[in-house]
C-alpha cells in the first residue's frame, strides 16, 4: 500500500504510521504541528519514524484545497487514514472556528482528493462523542446519532454523513472509526491519564470531574493500531439488506461502514486514577468537580461488527495499559518515582 496518514505527528497518527512501515508499506505522514498541546511531542514522535525510507512527510494544513489537490496529484495514494483534526471537547466551546477549518473543510479536501485521484479505500476517525445524548448502553454503531453535545462531536458526525454522500455518489469505499479514549505511550498531553500522571508526580492536586461517577471505555493504543489496519485491509463493501425503508446507521447501499473500536470493558474514573497511583507509589490530591459541558458520563462500545468484520476484539486491560504509559513517562521526562 501507499499510504496517506494526516495527522501523522499526532498520538494515533504517529503509531500508525509505526506499524505501516513495519509492515513494509510506504506512508506519505501529513501534519501541520499545530500548539493546541506541546509542539515538541509532535516533533519528537516524528523523529523516531521520519528516517525510514519509506517514510515521507508533507508539512501542510489539510484546508489548503490546492496544496491537497497537488499532494494527490504527486502521490497516487492506494490508501488514505485520515487522523488528523482538531481535538477536544472542551477546546470546541473556546474555539469552535478551529474545528470548522480541519475537521470539515480540510475532510472535505481529503474526499475529493480520494474522489479524483482512485484511492482504494478511504479510513477516517469518528468519535465516541458522536453519541451525544444516547444512553442505551453499549454504544452501538446501528443507532441513531442525531443529538451531538459538542461541535467536536458534531463535526464528527458530519464526516460520517460526508464520506457516505462520497461512497453514494461516487463508489468510493469509505469506512469511519469510533475510537473510545484512547491512551498510551507519546499519548495526548491534554489527555485525562497524562494531565493526571503529571500532575501527581509535581504533587500537585487532579481535577476529576462529575465527582469521580465517570464510565469511560478506556482503550489502548496498541488495540487501535491492530483495529484500524485490519480495516485498512478490509475494504468497506454494500450491504446487501440494507433498506430505506427502516435505514441501518452503521451500514449502507453505498460501499459505506461504521465500526466502535473501543475496550467493550469500561472503567470507572476512580479505579482508572487508583491503577495510575498504584504505578506511580503515590497518592493523588483529588479536587471533585461537577461534570464539564460537552461531556457525557459514561461510554461503552458495543464491538460486534469490528469482531464480525475484521477478527478483532480490543482486550488491554487498564492495569497493563497504564502501566506501560507509566514506563514510557517516567523515560521521556526523566522522572523518578
Given at each position: 500500500?501507499?499510504?496517506?496518514?494526516?495527522?501523522?505527528?499526532?498520538?494515533?497518527?504517529?503509531?500508525?504510521?509505526?506499524?505501516?512501515?513495519?509492515?513494509?508499506?510506504?506512508?506519505?505522514?501529513?501534519?501541520?504541528?499545530?500548539?493546541?498541546?506541546?509542539?515538541?511531542?509532535?516533533?519528537?514522535?516524528?523523529?523516531?519514524?521520519?528516517?525510514?525510507?519509506?517514510?515521507?512527510?508533507?508539512?501542510?494544513?489539510?484546508?489548503?484545497?490546492?496544496?491537497?489537490?497537488?499532494?494527490?496529484?504527486?502521490?497516487?495514494?492506494?490508501?488514505?487514514?485520515?487522523?488528523?483534526?482538531?481535538?477536544?471537547?472542551?477546546?470546541?466551546?473556546?474555539?469552535?472556528?478551529?474545528?470548522?477549518?480541519?475537521?470539515?473543510?480540510?475532510?472535505?479536501?481529503?474526499?475529493?482528493?480520494?474522489?479524483?485521484?482512485?484511492?482504494?479505500?478511504?479510513?477516517?476517525?469518528?468519535?465516541?462523542?458522536?453519541?451525544?445524548?444516547?444512553?442505551?448502553?453499549?454504544?452501538?454503531?446501528?443507532?441513531?446519532?442525531?443529538?451531538?453535545?459538542?461541535?467536536?462531536?458534531?463535526?464528527?458526525?458530519?464526516?460520517?454523513?460526508?464520506?457516505?454522500?462520497?461512497?453514494?455518489?461516487?463508489?468510493?469505499?469509505?469506512?469511519?472509526?469510533?475510537?473510545?479514549?484512547?491512551?498510551?505511550?507519546?499519548?495526548?498531553?491534554?489527555?485525562?491519564?497524562?494531565?493526571?500522571?503529571?500532575?501527581?508526580?509535581?504533587?500537585?492536586?487532579?481535577?476529576?470531574?462529575?465527582?469521580?461517577?465517570?464510565?469511560?471505555?478506556?482503550?489502548?493504543?496498541?488495540?487501535?493500531?491492530?483495529?484500524?489496519?485490519?480495516?485498512?485491509n478490509n475494504t468497506a463493501t454494500p450491504n446487501p439488506e440494507w433498506t430505506g425503508a427502516k435505514p441501518d446507521p452503521g451500514t449502507s447501499c453505498a460501499p459505506f461502514r461504521i465500526y466502535n473500536i473501543g475496550n467493550n470493558q469500561p472503567t470507572e474514573l476512580?479505579?482508572?486514577?487508583?491503577?495510575?497511583?498504584?504505578?506511580?507509589?503515590?497518592?493523588?490530591?483529588?479536587?471533585?468537580m461537577p461534570l464539564q459541558p460537552g461531556d457525557v458520563p459514561s461510554t461503552y462500545a458495543n464491538v460486534d461488527d469490528l469482531v464480525a468484520d475484521v477478527g478483532f476484539k480490543p482486550e488491554t486491560?487498564?492495569?497493563?495499559?497504564?502501566?506501560?504509559?507509566?514506563?514510557?513517562?517516567?523515560?521521556?521526562?526523566?522522572?523518578?518515582?
Open positions: 500500500m501507499k499510504v496517506l496518514v494526516t495527522g501523522a505527528a499526532g498520538f494515533i497518527g504517529f503509531h500508525l504510521s509505526k506499524r505501516l512501515l513495519a509492515e513494509g508499506h510506504e506512508v506519505v505522514g501529513l501534519d501541520i504541528l499545530n500548539d493546541y498541546y506541546d509542539v515538541q511531542v509532535k516533533k519528537d514522535r516524528l523523529n523516531q519514524i521520519e528516517d525510514h525510507e519509506n517514510f515521507t512527510f508533507a508539512y501542510l494544513d489539510m484546508a489548503n484545497r490546492e496544496g491537497m489537490d497537488a499532494l494527490f496529484a504527486e502521490h497516487r495514494f492506494t490508501h488514505v487514514v485520515n487522523l488528523a483534526a482538531q481535538a477536544g471537547v472542551r477546546y470546541s466551546l473556546e474555539n469552535p472556528h478551529a474545528y470548522v477549518d480541519s475537521n470539515i473543510v480540510g475532510f472535505v479536501n481529503i474526499l475529493e482528493g480520494c474522489r479524483h485521484y482512485g484511492v482504494e479505500h478511504f479510513v477516517y476517525a469518528s468519535s465516541s462523542s458522536v453519541y451525544g445524548l444516547n444512553t442505551e448502553m453499549p454504544f452501538s454503531v446501528h443507532d441513531n446519532v442525531d443529538h451531538p453535545i459538542s461541535l467536536y462531536a458534531a463535526s464528527k458526525k458530519s464526516n460520517e454523513l460526508m464520506a457516505h454522500t462520497y461512497s453514494h455518489l461516487y463508489g468510493l469505499p469509505t469506512t469511519g472509526l469510533r475510537f473510545f479514549t484512547v491512551y498510551g505511550p507519546w499519548g495526548r498531553p491534554d489527555m485525562a491519564l497524562f494531565l493526571f500522571t503529571k500532575a501527581i508526580v509535581e504533587d500537585k492536586p487532579i481535577n476529576v470531574f462529575n465527582y469521580g461517577k465517570m464510565l469511560r471505555d478506556f482503550t489502548y493504543i496498541d488495540d487501535i493500531i491492530e483495529g484500524v489496519y485490519r480495516v485498512m476512580m479505579r482508572y486514577i487508583e491503577v495510575l497511583e498504584e504505578n506511580l507509589g503515590k497518592v493523588a490530591e483529588k479536587n471533585m486491560t487498564v492495569e497493563e495499559g497504564i502501566g506501560k504509559f507509566v514506563e514510557w513517562f517516567k523515560e521521556y521526562y526523566k522522572v523518578q518515582c
